[in-house]
C-alpha cells in the first residue's frame, strides 16, 4: 500500500525567509510518481510538479526547488525568500505506474504555511 | 477550454436528501476521478472511471454512486446525505489517473 507522511502540519515564516516543506512516502512499487500541489485560500488545487522516480535530478523553477532522495523516501520542497502569496496549504502525492486504480493519487494530509508580512 | 467545471460551488443538504455533484471536461480526457477533502485528512479517492461506461471504487466509496455516459460528464450521487458526508469535492480529470487536473471544487455541507 502507497503512504504519504507530511509529518509538518503548519508553518509560520516571515516574508523572505527559506522554508522548507518535507514530504516522505512509501511505496512497494520502482516505478512511480511524486507530486507536489498547492491550495491557496480560495480553495483550487494548483499542481506545481510531477517527478517520476526513475529522475531524481533535484529541480528548481524560480523561487520553488524539489529535492528527491530515493535513499530516503523524501521529496522536499524549498520554497526560497518566501512571499505572502506563497501563503497556502502544500500536498504531497504519491501514485504508483502500474495502472487502474493503483494510479490513484495518494494524497498526504497537507501542510499549511503562513508567510507573514 | 474551460478545464474541468463542478456544479454547484456550494450546497447545504438536510440529512435523508439526495443530490447529484456536476462535473464536466472539455479536454477530453479518459480519466475521470471524484475526491473528497476534509481537514487534516488530505484528499481521498471516491469513485474514478477510466473511459466512458467503466467505473470502479476508490478508498472511500460508501453512500456515493457515480456513472459515465459521455467522455465529458462524470457526476457524483449522494443517495441519502448524511452529516458524514459534509466535505469539499473535488472532481478530477487526466490522460491517465496520476496526472490529474482538478476542478474549482464543491462545498457540501449537510445538517
Known amino acids: 500500500a502507497q503512504k504519504v507522511t507530511q509529518a509538518q502540519t503548519e508553518i509560520s515564516v516571515v516574508e523572505k525567509e527559506d522554508v522548507t516543506l518535507d514530504c516522505v512516502y512509501e511505496?512497494?512499487?520502482?516505478?512511480?510518481?511524486l507530486f507536489w500541489y498547492k491550495q491557496p485560500p480560495s480553495g483550487e488545487l494548483v499542481f506545481l510538479i510531477r517527478?517520476?522516480?526513475?529522475?531524481?535530478q533535484n529541480e528548481i523553477s524560480g523561487r520553488y526547488s524539489w529535492n528527491f532522495q530515493k535513499s530516503t523516501s523524501s521529496f522536499n520542497f524549498t520554497i526560497t525568500a518566501s512571499q505572502v502569496v506563497d501563503s497556502a496549504v502544500y500536498f504531497c502525492?504519491?501514485?504508483?505506474?502500474?495502472?487502474?486504480?493503483?494510479?490513484?493519487?495518494?494524497f498526504g494530509k497537507g501542510i499549511t504555511l503562513s508567510v507573514r508580512p | 477550454n474551460a478545464g474541468v467545471t463542478q456544479t454547484p460551488k456550494f450546497q447545504v443538504l438536510k440529512t435523508g436528501q439526495s443530490m447529484t455533484l456536476q462535473c464536466a471536461q472539455d479536454?477530453?480526457?479518459?480519466?475521470m476521478s471524484w475526491y473528497r477533502q476534509d481537514p487534516g485528512m488530505g484528499l481521498r479517492l471516491i469513485h474514478y472511471?477510466?473511459?466512458?461506461?467503466?467505473?470502479d471504487q476508490g478508498e472511500v466509496p460508501n453512500g456515493y454512486n457515480v456513472s459515465r455516459s459521455t467522455t465529458e460528464d462524470f457526476p457524483l450521487r449522494l443517495l441519502s446525505a448524511a452529516p458524514s458526508q459534509t466535505s469539499v469535492y473535488f472532481c478530477?480529470?487526466?490522460?491517465?489517473?496520476?496526472?490529474?487536473?482538478f476542478g474549482p471544487g464543491t462545498r457540501l455541507t449537510v445538517l
Open positions: 478530477a480529470s487526466g490522460q491517465s489517473l496520476h496526472t490529474q487536473y
Open positions: 511505496t512497494r512499487d520502482t516505478t512511480y510518481y
Open positions: 517527478r517520476n522516480s526513475f529522475d531524481e
Open positions: 502525492a504519491l501514485s504508483e505506474a502500474r495502472g487502474g486504480a493503483n494510479s490513484k493519487l495518494t
Open positions: 479536454m477530453n480526457h479518459e480519466y
Open positions: 472511471s477510466v473511459g466512458a461506461g467503466i467505473t
